[in-house]
T-cell receptor, first 108, second 121 residues
Framework: SQQGEEDPQALSIQEGENATMNCSYK?????LQWYRQNSGRGLVHLIL?????REKHSGRLRVTLDTSKKSSSLLITASRAADTASYFC????????FGAGTRLTVKP | DTGVSQDPRHKITKRGQNVTFRCDPI?????LYWYRQTLGQGPEFLTY????????KSRLLSDRFSAERPKGSFSTLEIQRTEQGDSAMYLC???????????????????FGEGSRLTVL
């Protein structure tokens, strides 16, 4: 079973809007990673944030990490229809555990 | 193409049959993971290997499931006496991982294969 929780479970927005997804976890971590999955495909790594980092950017992606609250957020700015996918956080505590994911739909 | 390959991509079998999935990770990666994913859910951890050593197995992994990574390279996941509840996508991932003398292992980016979809009739 997953040990992380994503919020919301599903998100539907218009193209051009920003999408924010949240992730909570329960253990101490070395790093937290975000992945994307298109329907029926394998997962693709998006970004990794270490436990001593608070914020990280990669293109239109912005990730924050609050280890005191055991939570992270992923912000996708200026969304595109091609961003439609499921997004998962995964946290590193010796192994790698995934949350249940947020299903993002970006309407053109 | 991430460099991780899984075979077969699709498997349809009858209940009670055995099935085996193979994963070929990126060659220089020392860590290999197996996950199971059902529709609308996140990947559920099954087991992982550090080189050839199987370091952890999920409680989800009943005695019908066995995984090996005999030479620290490719891995196999076998399911014996399949049940309809075993129908799922089985995902393999590999990564490079540093093991400090103390503290948690630092797992880098996971590279996933495209998965092996199992349907048990």
């Amino acid at each position: 079973s997953q040990q992380g929780e994503e919020d919301p479970q599903a998100l539907s927005i218009q193209e051009g809007e920003n999408a924010t997804m949240n992730c909570s976890y329960k253990t101490s971590i070395n790093n937290l990673q975000w992945y994307r999955q298109n329907s029926g495909r394998g997962l693709v790594h998006l970004i990794l944030i270490r436990s001593n980092e608070r914020e990280k950017h990669s293109g239109r992606l912005r990730v924050t990490l609050d280890t005191s609250k055991k939570s992270s957020s992923l912000l996708i700015t200026a969304s595109r229809a091609a961003d439609t996918a499921s997004y998962f956080c995964a946290y590193n505590n010796n192994d790698m555990r995934f949350g249940a994911g947020t299903r993002l739909t970006v309407k053109p | 193409d991430t460099g991780v390959s899984q075979d077969p991509r699709h498997k349809i079998t009858k209940r009670g049959q055995n099935v085996t999935f193979r994963c070929d990770p990126i060659s220089e990666h020392n860590r290999l993971y197996w996950y199971r994913q059902t529709l609308g859910q996140g990947p559920e951890f099954l087991t992982y290997f550090q080189n050839e050593a199987q370091l952890e197995k999920s409680r989800l992994l009943s005695d019908r499931f066995s995984a090996e990574r005999p030479k620290g390279s490719f891995s196999t996941l076998e399911i014996q006496r399949t049940e309809q509840g075993d129908s799922a996508m089985y995902l393999c991932a590999s990564s490079s991982t540093t093991l400090p003398r103390q503290g948690l292992a630092q797992v880098q980016e996971l590279f996933f294969g495209e998965g092996s979809r199992l349907t048990v009739l």
